[in-house]
């Protein structure tokens, strides 16, 4: 009897290994998704001719360090001896041809950490506005805010300052009669949808018209809009 027995899903965790291909993990929290995502990481960084060509992506900071820790300590860990545990193991191998890639190439991980290219979704956009300023028309290096209320607020106060536009203006007086001409509750409830928009930007985007929203709202209070996440802060992708 083996002393360290495979997972059962040893087999579908080989072939989410394949750098060949793409694939998508689904599984309940706690099951080594990010584990899984390491290694792909790791076996991706023994093929490039530089580490900044991965990109391992995913939603919160959190999940962020706690993957470049776990690649780190993986890295860390190759010059040790081999564990026992068949995954731990992989990953020791794993990490061996990082680590061999990385004395061949010069990259000195090790010293530059930051050359590892794991972040969130907020600073890969950010990086990316850096780079073209002239197109993301930012001017100033863009920031992150963790209370954006005032934006909100700010960018309903210039919508209703659009009245007069012959564009806007109309359907802006539309909704102040409807309101019988309070500013201040139109202000916040402009600003209660900025704060919901990932609920209908994506139908406003693809329907300019409007009828994408109005098929949404007939669908009643009760609709369910599934948006692809699961709820673990460990979710995340690695491209190479």
């Not at 080989?14 to 993990?25: E, P």
């Not at 956009?125 to 993301?136: D, I, K, T, V, Y």
């Not at 009245?163 to 139109?186: C, K, V, W, Y």
Request: glycine content about 6%; aromatic content about 4%; hydrophobic content about 40%.
């Amino acid at each position: 009897m083996t002393k360290h027995p495979l997972p059962p899903d040893w087999h579908e965790r080989q072939k989410a290994l394949d750098i060949t291909r793409s694939c998508i993990v689904q599984a309940p929290a706690g099951s080594g998704k990010t584990e899984l995502l390491s290694q792909r990481y790791l076996r991706l960084l023994a093929q490039v001719d530089h580490p900044e060509e991965i990109y391992a992506i995913t939603f919160t900071r959190k999940a962020a360090a706690e993957m470049r820790n776990r690649v780190l300590a993986a890295l860390d860990a190759a010059n040790g001896d081999a564990p026992e545990e068949p995954h731990r193991r992989l990953t020791w191998n794993l990490a061996r041809a990082a680590m061999a890639r990385d004395a061949e190439c010069d990259w000195q991980i090790a010293r530059n950490p930051n050359r590892l290219r794991i972040q969130t979704f907020d600073s890969l956009s950010h990086a990316l506005a850096r780079q073209m300023p002239l197109q993301s028309e930012l001017g100033a290096s863009p920031a992150t805010t963790e209370a954006p209320e005032t934006h909100y607020r700010e960018a309903a106060r210039a919508t209703l300052r659009m009245l007069e536009d012959p564009a806007l203006g109309p359907d802006i007086s539309t909704l102040l009669t409807h309101l019988d001409n309070r500013q201040g509750q139109l202000e916040g409830l402009l600003c209660s949808m900025l704060a919901r928009r990932d609920q209908w930007l994506a139908h406003a985007l693809s329907s300019p018209g409007g009828d994408a929203i109005d098929a949404a709202l007939e669908d009643g209070p009760g609709a369910q809009h599934d948006d692809g996440r699961d709820g673990d802060d460990g979710r995340g992708a690695v491209w190479g």
